[in-house]
């Protein structure tokens, strides 16, 4: 199954590893410096055309991906559960 996070960009739901609150998570001194170095390494996706307010950390072939999204995490959680129930 594939989950919309917005702005035309859809990824595999199994390739989620998570889901995360930009503003909470980005408290910790550890999460800012993992997202500044995806970033500087290219592996940092903007999906968002406005204030973002999550990412997503997905597993790919050539390593990981982060998409910085516009959308809430409790809306792409809940995206992805209701993909759970209605075709798996």
Do not use: W
Not at 7 to 35: A, M, P, Q, W, Y
């Amino acid at each position: 199954m594939y989950l919309h996070l917005g702005n035309e960009t859809i990824i595999r739901k199994e390739d989620i590893i998570g889901i995360f609150d930009l503003d909470n998570s980005t408290v910790s001194v550890k999460t800012r410096e993992f997202l500044s170095c995806a970033q500087k390494n290219g592996q940092v996706i903007n999906v968002s055309e406005e204030l973002p307010k999550s990412f997503v950390l997905c597993r790919e072939r050539d390593g990981i991906k982060i998409y910085i999204c516009q959308l809430a995490p409790v809306t792409l959680i809940r995206r992805a559960s209701q993909l759970s129930g209605a075709y798996e």
